[in-house]
């Protein structure tokens, strides 16, 4: 009988605990395809998932340290700090396809939170055209029929994972379409 007590609470207790993790589970959101990479993190190269941003609203850039377009990190910043409450991150992808950006990571971090006070999530540097491009790159050019042209390039992606736009160098982080766009994703549920 004690068998019998012991194997039917054990039994109860599993049940309880197998019905409660899928509950939990669910809270999160999915990962959609779009995110579903890992990146080395830009200060410290530990392997970060872009899947941390599920739900979010991601403005994704390719960046460099020696390039016209650079000071657009200030703008990149202000525009995070300005709707992170809100669900916006800013993904910055330091890239040496246009041979602006010569430094290694830790010179890269250095440069960008020194010069710039950037705060939002940097990668370390790949590729982000062509062949060799990275996954989630080849991703956004696939969706958007458009590579990177040159540095400073945008992509907007919804909370859901579904690529919305993209957006030339030449489109800075205050101009008022791209910043439509922005509050349209955010107000999006």
């Given at each position: 009988m004690l068998k019998t007590f012991s194997l039917m609470a054990a039994t109860a207790l599993l049940g309880a605990f197998v019905?409660?993790?899928?509950?939990?589970?669910?809270?999160?959101?999915?990962?959609?395809?779009?995110?579903n990479h890992q990146f080395p993190r830009l200060q410290d190269e530990?392997?970060?998932?872009?899947?941390?941003?599920?739900?979010?609203?991601?403005?994704?850039?390719?960046?460099?340290?020696?390039c016209g377009f650079t000071p657009q990190y200030q703008g990149l910043e202000a525009l995070y700090a300005r709707y992170r409450d809100r669900?916006?991150?800013?993904?910055?992808?330091?890239?040496?396809?246009?041979?602006?950006?010569?430094?290694?990571?830790?010179?890269?971090?250095?440069f960008c939170e020194n010069t710039y006070g950037v705060k939002f999530p940097m990668f370390a540097k790949s590729t982000v055209r062509g062949a060799q491009a990275n996954g989630l790159y080849r991703q956004l050019a696939q969706a958007t029929g458009r590579q990177p042209l040159w540095n400073f390039h945008k992509y907007l992606v919804g909370r859901d994972g579904r690529v919305i736009a993209?957006?030339?160098?030449?489109?800075?982080?205050?101009?008022?379409?791209?910043?439509?766009?922005?509050?349209?994703?955010?107000?999006?549920?």
């Open positions: 019905t409660a993790a899928p509950a939990h589970a669910a809270d999160a959101p999915a990962c959609p395809v779009t995110l530990k392997p970060q998932s872009l899947c941390q941003y599920s739900g979010k609203v991601l403005l994704v850039v390719n960046t460099a340290s020696y669900g916006l991150v800013v993904l910055g992808f330091p890239s040496n396809d246009f041979a602006q950006e010569g430094g290694d990571n830790k010179q890269i971090a250095d993209s957006y030339t160098s030449m489109t800075k982080p205050d101009d008022a379409e791209l910043v439509r766009d922005i509050e349209k994703q955010l107000g999006a549920r």
